[in-house]
């Protein structure tokens, strides 16, 4: 039962390879996300999806191509892969509310460390 | 100004410490606040949310001030397995569908026997 699952948990592969990472929750939330954690330790966003609709977009190099199918499934492609993509992308979603009184916290996946040689 | 900013840590204290963390962040049209704990080589877990009025959990207190845009957390009587690296998490709602949630650096705690 788990709620944010993402796979696979670890990936190690070369320089230029294409590779996906899939996430799906069970949660019902209508928004999900996408995170990297670099060597710092540092979370920063990547994408957002709202009920399959991209809604937030940060400065990330178009090799990385978010696709949602449908809005308990956030998916990660990443083409041409460097040696500086290697990091933990965590997925997460969420409940946003336009009442600010309500705090809609992430619930994440348990990431997938991706290794580029 | 960086969009949330922490203690940058790490804290090294004895088992029954009280330690505090303080974070501030630079948009003040923010509406959630959160403090997330990270254990080593896994996800970020929610802790608690942050309340205008403050909001105590056991042994942690969150406050939360607005008009310094600046947010706490206090752990008491720390045991060893508080030992975690903490972030503090600010939520904004910028309508149609767009939550963003940003996070600090996170400060590095450990609980020494």
């Known amino acids: 039962d788990t709620a944010v699952s993402q796979t696979p948990k670890y990936l190690v592969t070369q320089m230029g390879n294409d590779k996906s990472i899939k996430c799906e929750q069970n949660l019902g939330h209508d928004t999900m996300y996408w995170y990297k954690q670099d060597s710092k330790k540092f979370l920063k966003i990547m994408f957002s999806y709202n009920n399959k609709e991209l809604i937030i977009n940060e400065t990330v190099p178009n090799r990385f191509s978010p696709k949602s199918p449908d809005k308990a499934h956030l998916n990660l492609h990443i083409n041409s892969l460097e040696l500086g993509d290697s990091a933990v992308y965590f997925c997460a979603s969420s409940q946003p509310s336009r009442s600010s009184s309500y705090n809609s916290p992430l619930h994440f996946g348990n990431g997938t460390r991706l290794t580029v040689t | 100004r960086k969009e949330v900013e922490q203690d940058p840590g790490p804290f090294n204290v004895p088992e029954g410490a009280t330690v505090a963390f303080n974070c501030t962040y630079s948009?003040?049209?923010?509406?959630?606040f959160f403090w997330y704990r990270q254990d080593c080589r896994k996800e970020p877990k929610l802790l608690m949310s942050v309340y205008s009025s403050g909001n105590e959990d056991g042994r942690f207190t969150a406050q939360l001030n607005r008009a310094s845009q600046y947010i706490s957390l206090l752990i008491r009587d720390s045991k060893l397995s508080d030992s975690a690296t903490y972030l503090c998490v600010v939520g904004l709602y910028s309508g149609a569908g767009s939550y963003q949630l940003t996070f600090g650096k996170g400060t590095k705690l450990s609980v020494i026997p």
């Open positions: 948009n003040s049209a923010s509406q959630s």
